[in-house]
């Protein structure tokens, strides 16, 4: 399963440069309705400030400025394993159709829109990321096959 994934390079369909926005963008970006997550970092208690510094850091040493692998797009055809690709329809941060391009890239993979919802589902619209597994399972991935 990939859920709003980044990675893949797909022409016209550039990933959101994470490291030139600010948090309140960052949110903007992420989420259908950001109103519900908004924090402001300097409100979090020191020891919270310092692991979100560390993600910030950790991000940028294993996905790089272009958050992209040149190469992995090609490899995924060699997958054989169904794939749910789950993407927010809102998602600011990388558009649908690099989504379906995900999914396209993978022979067994299908994407399924997630209506109100932006980059980060498990947190905005968790029930529906549940329902979207739980129906996958339900039909034995039957749905994958092309």
């Given at each position: 399963?990939?859920?709003?994934?980044?990675?893949?390079?797909?022409?016209?369909?550039?990933?959101?440069?994470?490291?030139?926005?600010?948090?309140?963008q960052?949110?903007?970006?992420?989420?259908?309705?950001?109103?519900?997550?908004?924090?402001?970092?300097?409100?979090?208690?020191?020891?919270?400030?310092?692991?979100?510094?560390?993600?910030?850091?950790?991000?940028?040493?294993?996905?790089?400025?272009?958050?992209?692998?040149?190469?992995?797009?090609?490899?995924?055809?060699?997958?054989?394993?169904?794939?749910?690709?789950?993407?927010?329809?809102?998602?600011?941060?990388?558009?649908?159709?690099?989504?379906?391009?995900?999914?396209?890239?993978?022979?067994?993979?299908?994407?399924?829109?997630?209506?109100?919802?932006?980059?980060?589902?498990?947190?905005?619209?968790?029930?529906?990321?549940?329902?979207?597994i739980?129906?996958s399972?339900?039909?034995?991935?039957?749905?994958?096959?092309?």
């Open positions: 399963m990939l859920i709003d994934a980044v990675g893949i390079e797909v022409p016209g369909h550039p990933v959101a440069d994470f490291f030139s926005l600010t948090m309140d960052v949110f903007q970006r992420s989420f259908h309705n950001p109103e519900p997550f908004r924090i402001d970092p300097a409100t979090l208690p020191p020891a919270a400030q310092a692991i979100a510094a560390g993600n910030r850091a950790a991000i940028s040493v294993y996905a790089g400025s272009a958050m992209a692998d040149p190469t992995l797009l090609e490899r995924l055809g060699s997958l054989e394993i169904p794939t749910l690709v789950l993407w927010g329809r809102s998602d600011g941060i990388v558009d649908v159709d690099y989504g379906r391009a995900y999914a396209a890239a993978i022979p067994k993979a299908r994407v399924q829109l997630l209506p109100d919802t932006g980059h980060s589902p498990q947190q905005e619209t968790p029930d529906q990321v549940i329902h979207a739980w129906d399972a339900d039909t034995g991935f039957s749905a994958f096959a092309r």
